[in-house]
């Protein structure tokens, strides 16, 4: 396939460094590795998927496994396999919903509750080190620039 010169002038202005995608993996991959050094929880490590759908039990408290997904923006299959993991580990707990037999509400155990009191701390320290080069105003805008891409 022969490209037209409009196609050559508009890639020779492309720049990978300059693309969104490839600078939020970057940063991505930046604050994954700072994460697991800081998640290592008693004998639980934590991924930030897990951390996440556990996080989202603390601060709202018991959830339908549907309604945890959407809220930890996982899809079902996901959430499932990430409350199984969870519920293996003994930090969650599951139970019939109590007005509808084919949902699943989950919670956190005492075990759960115990393990976010630590990964909140570690988790807040994670995100400290990953917006470190940033200045408080700098911090503030990113995520709601960030948010702002993501609603």
Do not use: C
Request: net charge neutral; aromatic share 4%; charged share 25%.
């Amino acid at each position: 396939m022969k490209a037209e010169a409009s196609d050559i002038a508009l890639h020779e202005d492309y720049a990978l460094d300059e693309q969104i995608g490839f600078r939020l993996r970057l940063a991505l991959q930046r604050h994954t590795a700072i994460f697991f050094a800081h998640m290592d929880v008693g004998d639980i490590g934590l991924t930030q998927t897990q951390f996440a759908v556990l996080a989202r039990l603390w601060e709202s408290g018991e959830s339908s496994q549907n309604e945890l997904g959407r809220a930890a923006a996982l899809d079902s299959a996901t959430i499932w396999g990430v409350v199984q993991r969870l519920q293996a580990a003994g930090l969650v707990a599951t139970r019939a919903h109590p007005s509808d037999k084919r949902r699943r509400v989950v919670g956190l155990t005492g075990l759960g509750r115990d393990t976010m009191h630590t990964a909140i701390a570690l988790a807040q320290r994670s995100n400290e080190e990953t917006l470190a080069p940033l200045t408080a105003t700098e911090r503030k805008s990113l995520i709601a620039l960030l948010s702002k891409l993501s609603d």
